[in-house]
């Protein structure tokens, strides 16, 4: 099998360009953060002190999390319900970066995780899919791009989807995210010695589908 490994901030358009590039390639893409975002929303839904880790820990065999990965996207269960919309809400994303930092809640995914690259050629795309689950992957790629930028495309987004937002806190909640998945203790935000970075400051959509695409391209032609 062959995996390609995504990592990066927040907001540096992973999801979209690695969805796109699977799609092109004839790969699984599998979003890991849309994992974190489910667990984050059992816990939030049952009123949990999401620093209470042992807590948290003790409740997660309980837990019943699904994924459809097929042509129309990831598609999120939490005990049977479809959640793929409802972990995008700001609560969500507000909470998440807490219960990702739980050693329990990343055991209990990356051997999920692990799993699939076994079963599939993929694209995983997370924080920490270089680095610790699945070092072994073919090509690892740190796609990022300056957060003036990222807050910038995040704040076209919502606009278009018709929310009023603010650039100045957008900026403010993307360093706090950085900030906060690259200082944690458990599995950081960093790329891996061997990642080969992708900046797409400046670089359009397409050209950022078409980089990774070739990139992947080259090293399955290299490894034949
Ligand atoms: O990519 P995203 O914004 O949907 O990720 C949601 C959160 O989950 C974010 O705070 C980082 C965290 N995450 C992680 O710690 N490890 C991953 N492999 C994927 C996401």
Do not use: C
Not at 26 to 37: C, E, I, K, N
Not at 130 to 151: D, N, S
Not at 176 to 197: I, N, T, V
């Amino acid at each position: 099998m062959f995996s390609v490994a995504i990592d990066g901030p927040a907001g540096a358009g992973k999801s979209s360009v690695a969805r796109a590039a699977a799609k092109e390639l004839g790969f699984l893409y599998v979003d890991t953060g849309a994992m974190y975002r489910t667990i984050a929303l059992y816990f939030l839904r049952q009123g949990a002190d999401l620093a209470a880790w042992k807590e948290i820990e003790a409740a997660l065999p309980g837990l019943d999390l699904r994924m459809e990965l097929g042509k129309e996207g990831q598609k999120m269960f939490l005990q049977g319900e479809e959640v793929t919309d409802l972990i995008r809400s700001p609560e969500v994303s507000a909470a998440v970066s807490s219960v990702a930092a739980i050693p329990a809640v990343r055991a209990f995914l990356v051997d999920r995780q692990r799993a699939l690259a076994k079963e599939h050629n993929l694209l995983m795309d997370g924080r920490d899919i270089g680095t610790v689950v699945l070092p072994q992957a073919q090509l690892k790629i740190f796609l990022t791009a300056a957060p003036e930028e990222r807050a910038r495309r995040r704040v076209r987004q919502l606009e278009a989807a018709g929310r009023k937002v603010d650039y100045r806190q957008t900026l403010d909640e993307i360093l706090r995210r950085d900030y906060q998945d690259s200082h944690r203790e458990a599995a950081p935000l960093k790329p891996a010695p061997d990642a080969l970075l992708l900046d797409t400051t400046g670089i359009s959509f397409r050209e950022s589908i078409a980089r990774l695409v070739a990139l992947v391209r080259e090293r399955m032609a290299e490894a034949e």
